[in-house]
């Protein structure tokens, strides 16, 4: 091995080390813990070999951010794997999600709360993001019945987002989320429909 393969595998690990340290961190005391003075001294490294993976806070999370959004995807099609995509798989898309959300208060934070200058709805968005937006328009695409089924998904991601949301804050009783899930996939798959 050369020098060069030894030192962009060790600069790798460096950054798998920092994304999973800040994970790590921001799951256990919050994301107002994870600071690039503490991640330093968490990976026993500087501030400015830390600074040369990443730009500060933002990119940082939105490392973590893409690793949930992997996470998720990989989530989401073990809930609906290949097969017909009627009721029950939505009913399973929607119940796999809010577990996914509940599981990871931290990351989920990262994907979709918190500023992780990640692009969505746009040309320059991560692969990642696509995979798990088509993981929910596949099974949802058959019951758009729009010009514009990302239109239809992208209200029913909205909705299971904010039902996530507003239980994790306490707003919503969070013994019932099985409740407005049934409901949330009876308005966007009615029943007569598979």
């Known amino acids: 091995m050369s020098v060069r393969e030894r030192k962009e595998r060790e600069r790798a690990n460096r950054h798998r080390l920092i994304v999973s340290t800040a994970r790590e961190l921001a799951e256990t005391r919050g994301w107002d813990a994870v600071t690039t003075r503490r991640l330093a001294e968490l990976i026993e490294y500087s501030q400015p070999v830390l600074y040369s993976h990443f730009r500060g806070k933002r990119e940082i999370v939105g490392a973590v951010a893409l690793e949930g959004f992997a996470e998720l995807t990989g989530a989401l099609r073990a809930a609906v794997p290949d097969g017909p995509a009627g009721r029950d798989a939505v009913a399973r898309l929607a119940r796999a999600y ?97």
């Open 98 to 194: 809010t577990d996914f959300a509940a599981r990871n208060h931290a990351l989920y934070d990262a994907m979709f709360i918190l500023d992780n200058g990640l692009p969505f709805a746009d040309e320059a968005t991560p692969g990642p993001l696509r995979e798990a937006f088509q993981t929910l328009l596949d099974p949802l695409v058959d019951h758009a019945n729009l010009d514009e089924p990302g239109l239809f998904v992208e209200t029913f991601w909205a909705a299971l987002h904010g039902l996530v949301t507003l239980t994790r804050a306490g707003r919503l009783p969070a013994e019932r989320v099985a409740d407005r899930l049934a409901l949330l996939v009876d308005r966007f798959v009615p029943r007569d429909i598979g």
